[in-house]
């Protein structure tokens, strides 16, 4: 019975992403565009993650995966543009090169929420863990709100 077992999660086992990174979407009524920023060698350009997230949603990147972790370790680090869309848009993150970016790292994970702070002039924050801790303490990371075109 134990070798059944232990057979059988051992072909279960790729299809599990080791400590992939992951981008959800917590708010209610709003999309939520996450765009990778520039990769490192032009040939995965076209391939990087450009995702937009509805309702609920969530997106995960494998760590070994070269494409949206340029890296492929569980510990490099990854830029994100996020950005919640519709009128008006926020930029989420980091103020960075006339936008907002936020960093995870390849077994972190990413979650864009309202705002627990209702007296905010911010309505949405973005949550960033690490393998082990939350990195954006109490408050999180604002959305602010930004004239920028979205898609």
Known sequence: MKAQTLALLACL?????AHAYCIQN??????VRVIQE???????????LDVLLKPGEKECCN????DCNPEG?????????????GEPAYACGIPERG???????????VTVTPNPKTSSANPFIVRVR????????PSGLACTETKAKTK
């Open 13 to 17: 086992a790729p299809a599990i992403p």
């Open 26 to 31: 917590d708010l209610k009524g709003r999309d």
């Open 38 to 48: 520039p990769h490192p060698s032009g040939l995965r350009e076209k391939r990087t």
């Open 63 to 66: 760590p070994k995966n070269l």
């Open 73 to 85: 370790k569980v510990i490099s680090n990854v830029g994100l543009e996020v950005i919640v869309t």
């Open 99 to 109: 936008g907002a970016l936020v960093k995870v790292t390849g077994g972190g994970s």
């Open 130 to 137: 690490t393998q082990d801790r939350d990195v954006t303490g």
